[in-house]
């Protein structure tokens, strides 16, 4: 049973974690800064994560927290983060992209994308392919992008991500999970063959009392925790994120995740992943679809 009281010191080392102003992401942030980690807290709502700042700073951790602005529905804002970054920081040890919306009413980012697929795939496709250099550069560094569950039930439309055809709050937050997690293998595919030296590897964090679930109405939330059961508190589902970041044991290309009750539950472990999220074929269609629709390719040395 693997928990944070088994994570090696952090002390030197640089962080981004998106979305960390609250829940999953928050913990993740914590428990980095508590074993020594200089954290950035990569927010949407700057006063958001300046509150959280001060929260984790009672815990007296011995690294440091930042707060960045970070708006993930807007590739602007992803390229003035990433840019201003990388003026202000020679090292990237860890970027979790953890960010996330679940099932909005219809909304779409700056770029006219379905916002689910366009904050957690999008977003995150662009801010790591901009501080791909960094973490190239870093050794020892690693990318881990958060997926979850709902992948199962995704299936990439390639014929409706600007909600041209139809909106369905939970299919689109499917496929955006799966985006998230066939980004995250085809990413270490792409490493390996680069001959890089960070690490793409993919979790996800189970069910968790989160305000992931803001926008499911009283009875749709009390129906899905009667089919999944009891929810994990954010700190037993950041432990998949902080595992594949920080464990010596964690592997690229591979998806970690709680290890009880299908994944809903428990500690970190490997998990099994879906074949339909194994096909290379259809992560490298989205990956040259990410490309083209964000202008953001890849600075790789071969």
Not at 34 to 49: D, F, Q
Not at 178 to 188: G, P, S, Y
Request: charged share 20%; with cysteine.
């Amino acid at each position: 049973m693997w928990t944070k009281k088994d994570m090696p010191d952090q002390s030197g080392r640089t962080a981004i974690v998106t979305g960390s102003n609250a829940g999953v992401g928050f913990e993740t942030a914590l428990a980095l800064y508590e074993y020594g980690a200089r954290v950035i807290l990569a927010c949407r709502n700057l006063k958001s994560a300046e509150e959280a700042i001060a929260n984790m700073k009672q815990h007296n951790g011995p690294g440091s927290l930042e707060a960045a602005w970070l708006d993930l529905s807007s590739l602007q804002s992803v390229r003035q983060f990433a840019e201003k970054f990388g003026k202000e920081y020679k090292r990237l040890d860890l970027l979790i992209n953890n960010a996330g919306v679940m099932i909005p009413p219809a909304s779409k980012t700056a770029e006219g994308f379905e916002l689910q697929f366009g904050v957690n795939f999008l977003g995150h496709f662009a801010l790591s392919g901009y501080l791909y250099p960094l973490l190239n550069a870093t050794t020892g560094s690693r990318i881990v992008t958060v997926s979850s569950l709902a992948y199962l039930r995704g299936v990439i439309d390639f014929d409706n991500l600007k909600s041209e055809k139809s909106y369905d709050p939970m299919r689109e937050y499917a496929q955006s999970k799966l985006a998230d997690l066939q980004f995250a293998l085809e990413f270490q595919r792409r490493i390996i063959a680069d001959h890089g030296q960070t690490t793409s590897i993919a979790a996800q964090p189970g069910a968790n009392n989160t305000e992931l679930s803001r926008h499911m109405s009283r009875d749709a939330f009390a129906a899905a925790v009667e089919r999944v059961g009891a929810l994990m508190e954010p700190w037993q589902g950041a432990l998949p994120s902080l595992y594949a970041a920080v464990s010596p044991d964690a592997q690229g290309g591979k998806l970690y995740s709680p290890d009880q009750d299908g994944g809903y539950r428990g500690y970190p472990a490997e998990a099994v992943i879906a074949p339909h999220a194994l096909d290379e074929n259809g992560a490298r269609k989205l990956w040259e679809f990410a490309e083209g629709v964000t202008g953001v390719r890849y600075a790789w040395n071969v």
